[in-house]
Structures are given as C-alpha cells and as structure tokens.
C-alpha cells in the first residue's frame, strides 16, 4: 500500500472525500464478509510466512525477537474468527450491533450502531501493533480510516496494510484506508485532520494529544497517552512466584508501552520493599534469555548512568544493578522522589504503608494512570483494585501478563470498538407523551433483522 | 614550586611527567576539603571514578571553610539549568594561566591587534565564557583594546548589530583585529550586511577569528555548521581560513581546547581526555565517539579533578599540524529524551528523571 504523503491541504481534503464514499460502501458490508477478510489474512502472519519473515527483520533490532514473536503470535490469534466474534460480543454487546436494528420488547425502540465515519488514528512509534490493531479496529467497526503513521514508525503498519490488501480479494476494505504521512508540524495538514475526521484517536506523548484538543475536532476524540505504568505489591504475596512476571512485564516492550510498569508500589511490611527490589534485579538478569537487552546508545546509556549517580549522590534511592552492565536498574526509593526514570529496563520501587499510602503515593500521576500490574495474595486482589480505581488505574493485570490482551476488555475506562461508533436509537413511539391513533406496525417490520 | 604549579609550566602540548603528581595533589587535597567526594573516591576500591556533570548540577558541594571564593563561573545554560562552579583565588589565576598558556603553545596572539569581543560584557555576567577569555586577554601583551559586543541585560542577552558593526569597522581602521566570541553573533554580522549588498568586509593582514560555544543552540532557530562558517567568515573578512579557530571548553573544566592550523582541538599537558563508554568505563577505540572524560588537576577548591562531561567526543593522535598531544573532536551533547512515546513522554510531564 503506497504511503500518502499530502502536499496540500487540499490534497488532504480530496483524500478524506474518497475515503467517506468509501466508507459508505464499507458500512453496507455484513459482518460475516469482516470475518472472513480476517479469516483469510490470518494465516499470511502464520510462522514461516512471508509476512512475518519480513515483520521479524524489521523489527528484531529494537525489539528482542522473542517479543516481536510473540506479539505476531497474538495478532493472528486476535484474527482467529472464533476469537474476535466473543471480542466483537463483548465489547458491543451483540455482534450483530452494525448489522441490525435490536427492537425492545414492544417492537417500538430500536438501537443499531452506525460507524463514526472516516476515523484519522495519529499513530505512535513506540509499540509496533499500534497501526495494525487500528486497522482491525476500523473494519470491525465499518470505519474508513487515516492512519498518519509516526515518525519513528518501523515499518509494520504499511506491511500488514499490504497484508490485508493481499488478503481483501473482494476489495471490501482497500479503498477505505489510507496510511499517511507528514511533518506533525504543519498545521494546516492538521488542520484538515480536525476538521473532516468524524473520529479522531489520537495515541502518542503530550504533544500529540495537544494537537488534537476535543474543542478544535469536529468529530469525536479520543485520547490514549502519555501513560505511566505501574505496579502494586502487596505483603502477602508469594514474591518468588510473582518475580519472573515482574521483570517480564518490565522487558516485554522494553517500558515503551503504556503498560509496562516503571514505577512499583510496594507495601512496607516484612522488608518487602528491599527483598522485592533484590529480588527484581535478579529477574531481570534472568530475563534477558528470553528478551534479549537491545544494545543501548550512548544517549540512553547516559540516561542511566546519570539515574544511577544521581540516587547515589543524592541519598534518595539505593541502586540494585550489574556494575557491568546497563540493560536494566532496579532503584529502591528511600522516601517518596515523585520522579520516575525513563526506559532502558528500570525501575522505581517506592515503599507505601498501605493501601491508602499506595492511593496518595499515585495522585501526582494521575492523569497519566492506565495499567497496574497487581501482586497480591488472592484474598487481597479487590480491596486492592478498588483502592487503584479510585487512583484512576483503568487496567489491572496479574504479573507477566500487563500486555497481554488487545480485544474483548476495556480500554481505559471503556471498549475501543464501542468509542468508534454512535449508537442509534429509531423511536415509532408509544406512552402517554405520543400522539395517540398512529400505524406504525409496518415501520417495525421493516426494521426487523431478516433472519427472524 | 607545588607539582600543580609545575604542571603548568610545562610545554603545553608535549607529555608532561608532571601529570600524576598533580593529580595525586590535587586529589589529596579534595579529598581534605570534600568528605563525600572522599566517599565517592572510595566507593569501589582500585578505581579513580569520574564524578559525572548533572551530579554537579543537582547535588552540589558544600563549600570548605578554607576556601574563599573569589568568582563563581556559570555555564550558558543552553541545554538546561546552568551550573555554577566556585573558584577562589589561586585556582581562579591558574584557569586563567592554562588558557593562555593554550593560546601561546598554538603562536595566537603573535602580533598587536584590538579585540572584538562578540561576548557578554563580563561586567553584566557570570558566564565562564565571558569572565575567563577576559582575564586572558588582559594578560595578552599583544592585546590592545578589547571591544564588548554584547552584554547581559534584564531580559537577556542584548546584541545590537549595528553597533557592533560601527566598533567593528572603528577598531579595524586601527590595525590587526581579533573577533573572539559566539559565532552565530559574528554571523549575524555578516548576514545583516550582506542583506544590505555588502558581500565582503576586509579585516587588517594579520586578523583572525576565534570563536568559541554557540554552534547549535545559541540563537534560536539559527544553527551553525563550523565548516560553513569559516568558508563564509574566511571569505566575507579576508581572513585565511587558518587564521579561524574554533574553542571547546565547559565551565567546570579549567583547560581550553583550541584548535590548531589543522581544525583540530588539541589536549594540553595538564589535561587528560578519554572517550568513554559509560557501560564499562573504559576508552572506546580510538576515533570512535564515547562520552568525554576529562581529567584537570588545576582546581583544588571544588571536586572537578576527574569528570564525565554531557559532551560526545572522539579522542585521536597523529594530527598533521605537528603537535604530540591528543586531539578531541566534539559530536554534539548527550540527549535525555530519546523518543517522543507514550510511555516516555510521561517522564518528563511528571518531573523528569531523578
């Protein structure tokens, strides 16, 4: 798929006008023909597979091989049909949401979802699924999309789209989406963008969600980023079983992703705080035979040295590191810094008393919560969520599985596919506030899903 | 005469015997003064560590009761907070005495000229820039008159070009001239009169051009490339391009590198430079870019014996200027933020890193 590189607003303009025609065609396509779209692209991300022989080159330099694997693992497993149908059922409802209008009991209220229309997705660089699971997103929900890749983008959006158009042999879908590219900078391109998207999802640091501001959108926005990943620790807890998964969630993505924590709460009781952050360290040596560290840069390698100097020469954090190596660097906080290390594997562990200390110890972060990484024995596990939802943790996950899953839970606070549509209500009437003697019996056939 | 004294005195840029014995002065003498630098010396036995800069920055030293001092000296700030390195007396003098040593050891200054300086006005800063190259010029017998061209005022720095170009052309009709200072300020000089029509400003026969700091960041939305510039300023003030040199130094860093005939910077005698992979705190190959390690046994009244700059260099030999020493060649600062993601983006949108 050629990458679209607009020169002028104008050019824009005419591109968003094609994919809304589009789009239309695209609302009209059953579910069923969705399904087997994926069904057929799935096997292309198979092992041994052009497809991800390609993805596997591209991306084993920053990433560990064993990570990029196992994410294309998940990406073709997230396409099994069997699988998506019990997504699409959960995340909308009925999987028939798009395709039918759903009468209430009377036969006089009637609700189906219709597609926001062309959604532009203001891509990050930092996890490579980004584009690919946008993608997915947008044919589930009958969307045209924009994908305007980022500027560290790696490659992969633009492969899997060629993937799917290999796979789309009825031409469902290639006309509806379009990968784009431009200087982030040029505003009166993003201009365009926040005036004809009728959804915008913008993923990414501050910057971009700055740039994309719900009162300048014409459509609908939605914000994910920046997010600072956590974990909570809690006494109790078999913390030799929980460790691997620790230092698995630390490696995964190499702390790129929102979820992979960087900061852990661990409740002072029983020299917990010291004992897990020994123990942490000795994870994360364990760990690099199955995420194996990427080389760090001289850049990030004064990154580190300057986070662990500083806790040296400030008192503020004891160091759990190799003397020899950089790849990973456990800081045991003495008191509460309110300051968290970027990358590079390492991690702040902030001793909290309790529950209560862990909530307040979050405030200052609050805005950037998504997922917590949760330790606990499993007697402790609700107190505990109820305590990080209140800090505005919106995911929670069990150690070594903080990115796991992309389909059939909630994405910060709500399903994705749910955000991407508007659900429509036809009203025939019924009840003392309608007017009286009307026929309406027609109407309400007419609406009925065809199968019944 | 002290071992740092006579370290001093020595050939600017052959090898100097007198390296570690100013070292193991200059380190006894910290240790003395600077109890948690001690400890930091002591920390893993069998090393000489390097104190790395944006320590300097977040936790500085209290200062011993021995020591009064004199000047405090501040970094530009271009890249940050600026820090601020105390001097007293005598270490004040020798940082004034290295330098010009430097400029002698490479035959600047051979003949009279007037000084153009496009620097803040030492008398409205603290910037090492400004308040060193003037100590040093005062002591250049050659040095006639020195010209500020800037100055440090409430809202920041203040450079009036066309002043700067009447003192200019004023000192030129004197005799031999040398512009010292921020090359992006001299460039703005030669852009403004070239908008004007005037492609070339001839200096006297025996002129030259040092320029020092202020290749990236200086002026907003103005970066230098050096190689240009000196085609440019070579051109424009009819000034042999050999006659151009370029300073590197840092505040904390009592040793100037100046570059010779060749462009190139060479380290003095009282001065050890590595390019250093911080994951082992050994050289990188030479050539290769690590991080500069600078190792200075002028100072006594503040821990910067050893250091491990924010800078990206390369450290060689062999240069075909003649010179033995060492040279360095800079490749830019240490960047913090690598990518601009979600999950790094939050660093700085909640304090940074420690």
Not at chain 1, 22 to 42: C, H, K, N, Y
Not at chain 1, 146 to 170: H, I, P
Not at chain 2, 64 to 71: K, L
Request: charged share 20%.
């Amino acid at each position: 798929m050629n990458l679209f590189r607009p020169a002028t607003a104008h050019e824009l303009r005419e591109r968003f006008v094609q994919l809304r025609r589009a789009g239309r065609d695209l609302t009209s396509i059953p579910l069923s023909e969705v399904l087997e779209l994926l069904g057929r692209l799935r096997p292309l991300w198979q092992p041994g597979t052009e497809y991800h022989d390609q993805a596997l080159a591209l991306l084993t330099s920053p990433w560990s091989r064993r990570a990029v694997e196992s994410a294309l693992a998940g990406l073709a497993l997230g396409m099994t049909p069997e699988l998506v149908q019990a997504g699409l059922t959960r995340e909308l409802g009925r999987i028939d949401l798009l395709d039918a209008w759903e009468p209430d009991p009377w036969g006089v209220g009637h609700v189906r979802g219709y597609p926001l229309g062309v959604v532009a997705q203001i891509l990050a660089g930092n996890v490579f699924l980004g584009g690919a699971i946008a993608l997915c997103q947008s044919l589930l929900t009958r969307n045209a999309v924009l994908l305007k890749l980022s500027r560290e983008d790696s490659g992969f959006t633009a492969l899997f789209a060629q993937s799917l158009r290999a796979a789309d042999v009825k031409g469902l879908a290639t006309n509806a989406v379009t990968l784009a590219s431009w200087d982030s900078r040029e505003e009166t391109l993003n201009d365009v963008v926040r005036s004809e998207a009728d959804g915008l999802v913008v993923w990414g640091g501050a910057g971009a969600v700055a740039a994309y501001p719900a009162e300048r959108c014409k459509g609908r926005v939605i914000h994910y980023g920046p997010r600072l990943g956590i974990g909570l620790v809690l006494a109790g807890v078999d913390l030799e079983a929980v460790l691997p998964g620790l230092a698995w969630d630390v490696a995964l993505w190499e702390q790129q992703a929102c979820s992979s924590p960087r900061l852990l709460l661990v409740e002072a009781q029983d020299d917990l705080p010291a004992r897990l952050a020994r123990g942490l360290q000795r994870a994360l040596v364990d760990v690099r035979n199955e995420f194996v560290p990427k080389n760090l840069s001289l850049d990030e390698k004064g990154e580190v040295l300057s986070v662990r100097e500083l806790a040296w020469w400030s008192g503020q954090a004891e160091v759990f590191a190799p003397a020899d190596a950089m790849d990973h660097t456990v800081l045991l906080a003495r008191d509460a810094t309110g300051q968290v290390p970027l990358g590079s594997r390492m991690v702040l562990v902030q001793p909290v008393a309790n529950l209560d200390a862990a909530e307040a110890a979050l405030a200052p972060y609050r805005a950037g919560l998504q997922t917590a990484v949760l330790a606990a024995a499993p007697a402790r596990w609700q107190g505990a969520i109820d305590a990080l939802v209140r800090a505005g943790v919106t995911e929670v996950a069990a150690p070594g599985a903080a990115a796991a899953r992309f389909l059939g839970l909630p994405h910060e606070g709500d399903f994705a596919l749910r955000r991407l549509i508007r659900l429509i209500g036809v009203d025939l009437g019924a009840g003392p506030l309608a007017c009286p003697g009307r026929e309406l019996k027609a109407t309400a056939l007419a609406l009925k899903p065809a199968a019944e | 005469m002290s071992p740092i004294d006579r370290l001093l005195a020595a050939e600017p840029f052959d090898e100097a015997p007198e390296f570690e014995p100013a070292v193991a002065e200059c380190r006894d003498v910290l240790r003395r003064r600077f109890p948690r630098y001690a400890e930091f010396l002591d920390r893993r036995p069998g090393e000489f560590p390097a104190l790395f800069l944006p320590v300097l920055k977040s936790t500085p030293f209290a200062m011993p009761a021995d020591v009064e001092i004199s000047v405090k000296l501040t970094s530009s700030g271009t890249t940050g907070q600026p820090s601020e390195t105390p001097l007293d007396a005598e270490n004040w003098q020798r940082r004034v005495q290295a330098m010009r040593a430097s400029y002698q050891g490479l035959d600047l200054f051979g003949i009279s000229m007037h000084a153009l300086a496009f620097l803040m006005d030492p008398a409205t800063t603290r910037m090492a820039g400004s308040l060193v190259i003037d100590a040093v010029l005062r002591k250049m017998p050659n040095v006639v008159s020195i010209t500020y061209l800037a100055k440090m005022g409430s809202a920041g720095p203040e450079f009036k070009g066309a002043e700067a170009l009447a003192s200019l052309k004023y000192a030129a009709a004197q005799g031999p001239v040398v512009l010292i200072g921020y090359p992006a300020l001299m460039s703005a000089i030669m852009a403004g009169l070239m908008q004007a029509g005037q492609t070339r400003l001839p200096l006297p026969s025996g002129s030259c051009i040092l320029t020092g700091g202020g290749w990236k960041s200086f002026l907003p939305g103005l970066p230098l490339d050096q190689a240009e510039f000196r085609t440019k300023a070579s051109a424009f003030f009819a000034v042999p391009p050999t006659s151009i040199r370029d300073m590197f130094g840092l505040s904390e860093c009592p040793a100037v590198f100046v570059q010779c005939r060749e462009g190139r910077y060479h380290v003095p005698a009282w001065a050890r430079a590595h390019a250093i992979d911080p994951e082992t705190g050994r050289d990188v190959p030479a050539g290769d870019t690590g991080i500069l390690q600078l190792t200075v046994p002028l100072t006594t009244c503040y821990p910067l014996l050893k250091i491990l700059t924010t800078d990206k260099a390369s450290v060689e030999m062999g240069c075909g200027c003649g010179l033995r020493a060492p040279y360095l060649t800079p490749r830019g600062r240490l960047t913090a933020a690598r990518f601009e993601t979600c999950a790094m983006k939050i660093g700085a949108a909640v304090g940074g890193q420690p």
